[in-house]
T-cell receptor, first 111, second 118 residues
Framework: QQPVQSPQAVILREGEDAVINCSSSKALYSVHWYRQKHGEAPVFLMILLKGGEQKGHEKISASFNEKKQQSSLYLTASQLSYSGTYFCGTVIKAAGNKLTFGGGTRVLVKP | DTAVSQTPKYLVTQMGNDKSIKCEQNLGHDTMYWYKQDSKKFLKIMFSYNNKELIINETVPNRFSPKSPDKAHLNLHINSLELGDSAVYFC?????????????????FGNGTRLTVT
């Protein structure tokens, strides 16, 4: 029931864009996105609750395709501060309150 | 003010010992969690409490026993520590809105406790 994230890692130059994908084999209530910097706690970015919903945080945005049980996180005009590991978390309709995280995507933004 | 605080930050101990990790949140949330993050960064839920009641109990060895004396505190006691228990343990909290599940509530994580079993 763990969502699958891709790619596992991405290296960017400052100003470049990237997309991180998160997919589930089960119907979803919601998708969460978190970022974790090295040695720190995961920090909440956004929650998507409805199909077609899009949200933004700084120049980071996300979309949720409820029918495909997929979400994508878009890093636009990346900054050095975007480096870290991004986790998607999903709440499956058959699994109640449980938020299950994907394996993470390591993002490194270079000058 | 730290919203979710865990102690200790680092814990180094030998196999077979018993240890505890404490967590406190001052956000007024009614749901708290323990997550384990292994060396590959995989974050796995262990337990969840809502208003002191256990609501999620994943397949975790019986050596792990959570306790919630009130809704602001969630402690984790581990008996007979094993090498495989080495990981970072994160406490988190969220606010469940009314009768809805916590699927729409963000998690606020503590800074983690790095447990090393030698």
């Amino acid at each position: 029931q763990q969502p699958v994230q891709s790619p596992q890692a991405v290296i960017l130059r400052e100003g470049e864009d990237a997309v991180i994908n998160c997919s589930s084999s089960k119907a979803l209530y919601s998708v969460h996105w978190y970022r974790q910097k090295h040695g720190e706690a995961p920090v909440f970015l956004m929650i998507l609750l409805k199909g077609g919903e899009q949200k933004g945080h700084e120049k980071i945005s996300a979309s949720f395709n409820e029918k495909k049980q997929q979400s994508s996180l878009y890093l636009t005009a990346s900054q050095l501060s975007y480096s870290g590991t991004y986790f998607c978390g999903t709440v499956i309709k058959a699994a109640g309150n449980k938020l299950t995280f994907g394996g993470g995507t390591r993002v490194l933004v270079k000058p | 003010d730290t919203a979710v605080s865990q102690t200790p930050k680092y814990l180094v101990t030998q196999m077979g010992n018993d240890k505890s990790i404490k967590c406190e949140q001052n956000l007024g949330h009614d749901t708290m969690y323990w997550y384990k993050q292994d060396s590959k960064k995989f974050l796995k839920i262990m337990f969840s409490y809502n208003n002191k009641e256990l609501i999620i109990n994943e397949t975790v060895p019986n050596r792990f026993s959570p306790k919630s004396p009130d809704k602001a505190h969630l402690n984790l006691h581990i008996n007979s520590l094993e090498l495989g228990d080495s990981a970072v343990y994160f406490c988190a909290s969220s606010q469940v809105l009314g009768s809805q599940s916590s699927y729409n509530s963000p998690l606020h994580f503590g800074n983690g406790t790095r447990l090393t079993v030698t």
